[in-house]
């Protein structure tokens, strides 16, 4: 991250990270997986899509911290600056499960981003926003991941982690630097792959998903972290 503003975790890697500090950090894995499987309909597609469920919510963390604190819901909200398609207005996204938030893999998640993060601007007190994406494929039409296009977030660091992909193919993640010269492209495709981003110096975009086999519906699940001083 220090040397090249991004990381990509594999699996087996983020795996060791994750029970590190606690032997039991993924012991509501099968929980955390399912629950993407009750997400709601996003509503503020500008284009006009019904390819994408999401849930939202709001952590914070002190200086140094592993774990993150949850805070009232609030509504999740983006300049036009940096989402030219759906910026602009106050998006009201149901919460997550606080079962699901609270639990022992959202937790994990959470310290791994304060950890790495933390290194990295240790004097900062961070405001968090957890996002569970899912991307549908289906009835041979595209979903995709990032529809806004190649852009930032307007926060400071970004967690991206793989939670399930089914029957897709496409989803590159590319990375581009500010003067959106290509940086580097890769696919999250395992359960618990992770990418870690600088969002100040670097550009994100996901290209479009489409069905493996055209009979079955495909889908990306992902958990987005960003972190944002306060």
Known sequence: MARQDFCLLPAQLSRSLLLQHDPDGLADWTAFQDSWNHLQQ?????DGGSYRQRLHATLSAEPSARRARAEAHQPHYQSRQYNPLNGGVA????PIRNEILLGATMQSVL???????????PYTHWHIEAHQFRIEARNRQHGKPTPEGIH????????????????????????????????????????????????????????PVAQLDPGREGTRDVLLLSFRRR
């Open 42 to 46: 996003d509503k503020f597609m500008a």
């Open 91 to 94: 998006r009201h996204f149901e």
């Open 111 to 121: 310290g791994l981003g304060c950890a790495v993060f933390g290194k990295l601007a």
């Open 152 to 207: 930032r977030d307007g926060v400071h660091f970004l967690l991206m982690m793989m939670v399930r992909r089914s029957n897709l193919v496409n989803g590159a993640t590319e990375l581009y630097d500010l003067e959106h010269q290509p940086m580097a492209e890769f696919t999250l495709s395992d359960p618990l792959d992770i990418a870690l981003v600088n969002d100040e110096r670097v550009l994100h975009g996901v290209t």
